[in-house]
């Protein structure tokens, strides 16, 4: 790996004697170079071969970006696997950069302290996004987000995800007073002024954004509900593995998600992929909900249903499994006076049973 590395700065200079950072004073046996970022792009190459030998990260960069060393390592780390994956590796201060951005992916001002150490130029990134051609009919817009966190899935089929503001999407509808409450965050956290810092947290958070601290990440928070399926409410038998088997899909894993509507609780109504994987088809399939035919006509999603529930799977296996849409009726209804069975038939009967959408 480490000559690898090396060859990868011939580009720049000559001399293959690792350069040092540029921001510390020349000496008589450092290599000459066409320009700063050249230098750069040699001293990075020379810290990553450093770290991938020892695990240590350069002193100086701590006086450019307010992180840890330990959120150091972890950010070295993944530009080390990123120049390990490129082909052909990058010769340029330029794709150097974009190769740091791509791998870091963390907010612009921690972006800008990171190249400004190596006087590499901030990107340009081009980002590869899906357009409306390739999209199934209806979709609105689609979201890439950050791994889920398992705490943040609600039930069978609705959970909270976060999406970096670094996507293209995001990044220019964040307000202003979001970004100043960022930056003067990390300033109180520097100087332990957590007080300070948890006020500014809830200001964030109350906007609809999140900061992971460990990367330094402004995320964007949505809600969302899979769209075409129901699945048992957590006080409904099988709502609890329900919401296990939707956990075990997603946690910790990016999602991409297609996005059809905003329901009248303000969620995100759409069709979610994990790693290629159709969410709602995997649920259907194990009997893990119902199809939610009223509001979703798909073929496929009625045969899946269908065969969970000839194969006895999931929620089939109960005897006499009761629809979420029909529970939540007649749980309601209880709270009027009216009877359960009354409003059961009345349920199965009248299909525009007056249910919220979703």
Not at 222 to 234: C, F, K, S, T, V
Not at 323 to 344: D, L
């Amino acid at each position: 790996m480490g000559n690898i590395i090396l060859r990868c700065l011939k580009a720049v200079c000559d001399d293959t004697t690792p350069a040092s950072p540029p921001h510390q004073p020349s000496a008589a046996s450092r290599p000459q170079f066409a320009s700063p970022a050249a230098a750069g792009l040699a001293a990075l190459g020379h810290h990553l071969l450093n770290f991938e030998t020892t695990s240590q990260v350069p002193e100086g960069l701590s006086q450019y970006v307010s992180v840890s060393k330990k959120t150091q390592a972890k950010w070295y780390a993944k530009i080390l696997a990123a120049r390990k994956e490129s082909n052909p590796p990058p010769r340029t201060p330029e794709e150097a950069a974009s190769l740091v951005a791509r791998a870091l992916q963390v907010q612009g001002d921690v972006l800008a302290g990171f190249l400004q150490f190596y006087s590499l130029p901030f990107p340009q990134i081009q980002t590869q996004v899906s357009g409306p051609s390739s999209w199934p009919e209806g979709v609105q817009f689609e979201l890439h987000t950050l791994p889920v966190d398992a705490k943040l899935v609600g039930d069978g089929d609705g959970m909270t995800v976060h999406v970096n503001t670094a996507d293209p999407r995001e990044s220019s509808v964040v307000p202003i007073e979001v970004h100043e409450a960022v930056i003067e965050r990390r300033q109180a956290r520097a100087v332990k002024d957590y007080t300070r810092a948890d006020a500014l947290q809830k200001l964030i958070k109350d906007a609809g954004y999140r900061v992971h601290d460990k990367e330094e990440i402004l995320a964007r928070e949505y809600r969302i509900r899979l769209r075409g399926i129901d699945a048992p409410e957590m006080n409904m038998e099988y709502g609890q593995e329900s919401k296990d088997a939707l956990t075990k899909l997603i946690q910790g894993k990016p999602l991409t998600i297609h996005v059809y509507e905003e329901d009248e609780y303000g969620r995100l109504v759409g069709d979610v992929y994990c790693n290629g994987v159709f969410v709602q088809e995997k649920l259907l399939r194990k009997g893990c909900a119902w199809h939610y035919e009223k509001f979703d006509n798909r073929p496929s999603f009625a045969q899946w249903h269908r065969e969970a529930q000839n194969a006895g799977r999931g929620l089939w296996a109960y005897p006499n499994p009761v629809a979420p849409w029909t529970f939540k009726w007649e749980e309601r209804n209880k709270k009027n006076g009216h009877k359960p069975y009354q409003n059961r038939r009345n349920a199965q009967r009248d299909q525009r049973v007056p249910i919220p959408a979703y």
